[in-house]
């Protein structure tokens, strides 16, 4: 018998029961499991394990204190198992199909934007005019056949124009190759969920470990940022996910804090990230640069710009190395103007690097 | 062709079957389109449903599957009358295109708008002000996607998908789609120089959350990628260009072998010199001291990497008296 087979009236029988079934049940009741004991065991333990993979709710009632020879009952309880209905109508559904088309996710996520398609492709309940509405009669329609493996659906070629045009001109780009690459594994997935539920998450993070309640999830500059509050700091954090040291655990119910109206989106500029006396530093950028470092520091932070385009910016600093790591970056295209003592340090450096001549 | 693996199939099975049940027989056709299989994929699928059903697996209690004239009906299929709910991922996936692709959008509106800051993260989500254009059906999908995700899935979520000025990549966008030239003014990282030069634009995408445009450079006669957050400007010319049939995608760095070797010995405090820049390799030579081996691709970029390691690198070999200049060059900027 076919794996795929097997596995479906595996699914049927666990969501046919009222009452956990035990092992030895299921495979009387699920045809193509292996008269073997062990090789049943086996293929149970797998069939189980990909059941939970495919995220079916697979429920196990472990046996009470009073009937301790009994055996793990296994079910599917049918309101964890259905989606249901958003309600979406044939117009949105080609858009988050052109969404999902311009983007490409690396690592676990690969996959997953394909399958969630499926799943929203079925979950309309109501048919759309035009689109799988009941035919009264069996008469052979003359159908066009479309070309296989396009992914807007029949009907939507209009809707996808509408959709491109709504959207600014976002391009598909040619030959199938998406606009963006973002990573995404199943930390950041399980991140999400507690951040769309409001449920409190637990981790271990920078060698402590946290309990956390995740406010907001940002993809910056390549890499995924996590806002949210530490119950052990008793503060707001932003937490790079990738520092993240072990599996995310979810606790608490859905809806266990209410988040904040303004939450950081990502990190501050490096200047901004550490535990300095805070210092107003003042910058004067040549006017070739001028847009680089507004484009980090944001455009408040221009104090003057000159007639030759050079501008003076001023920037709140907690972080002095991160400071002169951003200015150097700039050549002798920027300038510590002050306050001196700033300044000075930087000279101080330049020279330590002249006089360092000659040593090996 | 792969054979998908009985998981997947099982995934497209599950979702399908529901969607057929609740359509009363329709075209096999307009079933391959909505779930993106084939016609075989899907004969094949639906046979395995024939045997399908419940313990005895007397006719009366199994799924019952007909296909005729083109169309297909499943009857006594209740078990599997809605799809599966959505996965962490799927959902992650779902709504994080679709909020990457709305900031997109948003930033190209605010652009045709003529107002706001010169530069702006394209790719945000909430931040300024929401265009009118871009609530269209992506947005009012996203907002449906919470009933199913979760109530904060939209605002928990931003996607940047890199720094760019949005004229300079609604521009580019344009001129990829129309096949025409781009007069674009590029600040140059690695020579430390801005120059304007005639571009045939191939492809404008984001990767590691920053946006690039792959292109013919007329005046480099060669293709070249270029980091569009140090594109100045970029002005859309009327000359038409036909693009390459197969453009490779491009790689992001890559070491020339005529680039100089470049040797340092790090110090402690410099270490990250190691993590930060790509290089050939890293011998441990005791108390701390990491010895590296370095292809510098130019001159500023040897001079930003030695500056900011300061006295904590030195040089072995390759770049003899670079930061010392370098470090005069700029003491010179503060009257020294």
Redesign the interface.
């Known amino acids: 018998m076919d794996r795929t087979e097997r596995l479906v009236n595996l699914l049927v029988a666990l969501l046919d029961t009222e009452r956990p079934l035990t092992r030895e049940e299921l495979r009387q009741r699920v045809g193509g499991y292996s008269d073997d004991e062990a090789n049943f065991r086996r293929n149970f333990e797998r069939d189980k394990e990909l059941l939970r993979q495919m995220g079916i709710p697979l429920e196990v009632v472990l046996p009470g204190p009073s009937s301790p020879e009994a055996e793990a009952g296994y079910r599917v309880p049918r309101q964890a198992y259905e989606l249901p209905d958003p309600g979406l109508t044939e117009e949105e559904l080609t858009a988050l199909r052109l969404a999902v088309s311009a983007v490409s996710f690396e690592q676990a996520a690969e996959g997953a934007a394909t399958s969630a398609l499926w799943k929203l492709a079925a979950a309309s309940v109501s048919p759309a005019p035009g689109l799988g509405a009941p035919r009264p009669e069996r008469a052979a329609r003359a159908e066009p056949r479309p070309a296989q493996g396009q992914v807007p659906a029949a009907g939507g070629q209009r809707a996808t124009q509408d959709a491109l045009a709504v959207e600014g001109a976002v391009p598909l780009a040619r030959g199938g190759a998406p606009l963006a690459e973002v990573p995404a594994d199943t930390k950041v997935a399980t991140l999400f969920a507690a951040v769309a539920q409001r449920r409190p998450v637990r981790f271990s993070y920078g060698g402590l470990e946290r309990r956390v309640d995740p406010w907001r999830l940002s993809y910056r500059q390549g890499k995924w940022y996590l806002a949210g509050f530490d119950h052990q700091r008793g503060a707001e954090r932003l937490f790079r996910v990738d520092r993240i040291a072990t599996e995310v655990a979810t606790e608490g119910q859905p809806g266990a804090f209410s988040r904040p109206a303004h939450v950081a989106a990502g990190p501050p500029p490096p200047w901004r990230l550490g535990d300095d006396e805070e210092v107003a530093v003042e910058l004067r950028v040549d006017a070739s640069q001028v847009p680089f470092v507004a484009s980090l520091a944001g455009p408040a932070a221009v104090a003057r710009t000159e007639a030759d385009g050079s501008a003076r910016f001023r920037l709140t600093v907690t972080n002095r190395v991160a400071l002169r790591n951003f200015v150097l970056g700039f050549l002798e295209h920027a300038e510590v103007v002050g306050p001196p003592q700033v300044r000075d340090d930087m000279v101080s450096w330049l020279r330590r690097l002249v006089g360092a001549e000659g040593q090996p | 062709m792969t054979r998908p693996s009985?998981?997947?199939?099982?995934?497209?099975?599950?979702?399908?079957v529901?969607?057929v049940v609740?359509?009363?027989?329709?075209?096999i056709?307009?079933v391959?389109?909505?779930?993106?299989i084939?016609?075989r994929e899907l004969v094949a699928?639906l046979n395995?449903?024939f045997?399908?059903?419940?313990?005895p697996?007397t006719p009366d209690s199994l799924i019952e599957v007909d296909i005729?004239?083109?169309?297909v009906w499943i009857r006594f299929a209740d078990?599997f009358?809605?799809?599966?709910?959505?996965?962490?991922?799927?959902?992650?996936?779902?709504?994080?295109?679709?909020r990457?692709?709305?900031g997109?959008?948003?930033a190209?509106?605010a652009e045709?708008e003529g107002a706001g800051?010169?530069?702006a993260?394209v790719?945000?989500g909430r931040?300024g002000a929401r265009?009118p254009?871009?609530a269209?059906?992506?947005a009012?999908?996203l907002a449906?996607?919470?009933?199913?995700?979760?109530?904060?899935?939209e605002?928990?979520?931003?996607?940047?998908?890199?720094?760019a000025?949005p004229q300079v990549l609604?521009t580019l966008?344009?001129a990829?789609?129309q096949r025409r030239k781009v007069g674009l003014e590029y600040?140059s990282f690695g020579r430390?120089e801005?120059t304007t030069r005639v571009v045939q634009p191939w492809?404008?995408?984001?990767?590691?959350?920053?946006w690039y445009l792959q292109a013919w450079c007329e005046k480099a006669g060669g293709e070249r990628l270029f980091r569009l957050?140090?594109a100045?400007s970029a002005t859309l010319l009327d000359e038409a260009f036909e693009p390459p049939s197969?453009?490779l995608?491009p790689r992001t760095y890559s070491a020339r072998p005529e680039d100089p070797v470049v040797v340092l010995?790090l110090a402690p405090a410099a270490s990250w010199v190691v993590e930060r820049y790509p290089h050939e390799g890293v011998e441990d030579r005791g108390g701390g001291v990491l010895r590296v081996r370095l292809r510098a691709s130019s001159k500023?970029w040897l001079?930003?990497l030695?500056?900011?390691a300061?006295?904590d690198a030195?040089?072995?070999s390759g770049a003899e008296?670079v930061?010392?200049e370098?470090?005069?060059?700029?003491?010179?900027?503060?009257g020294?």
């Open positions: 009985s998981g997947r199939r099982l995934e497209r099975l599950l979702a399908i529901p969607w609740a359509h009363d027989g329709p075209p056709a307009e391959c389109q909505r779930f993106g084939s016609e699928d395995l449903l045997m399908c059903g419940v313990y697996y005729e004239d083109g169309r078990w009358r809605r799809p599966l709910r959505l996965t962490p991922l799927e959902a992650l996936a779902l709504v994080a295109a679709a990457a692709v709305l997109l959008g948003q190209q509106a045709g800051e010169p530069r993260s790719g945000a931040q265009a254009q871009a269209g059906a992506l009012s999908a449906k996607l919470e009933l199913l995700v979760g109530p904060s899935a605002e928990g979520l931003d996607v940047e998908l890199g720094e000025s609604a966008q344009r990829v789609a600040y430390d801005t492809r404008v995408f984001s990767s590691e959350g920053q957050d140090r100045l197969g453009v995608p010995d500023a001079e930003r030695l500056l900011r300061g006295p030195k040089v072995v008296g930061a010392q370098a470090a005069r060059r700029l003491l010179a900027v503060y020294l």
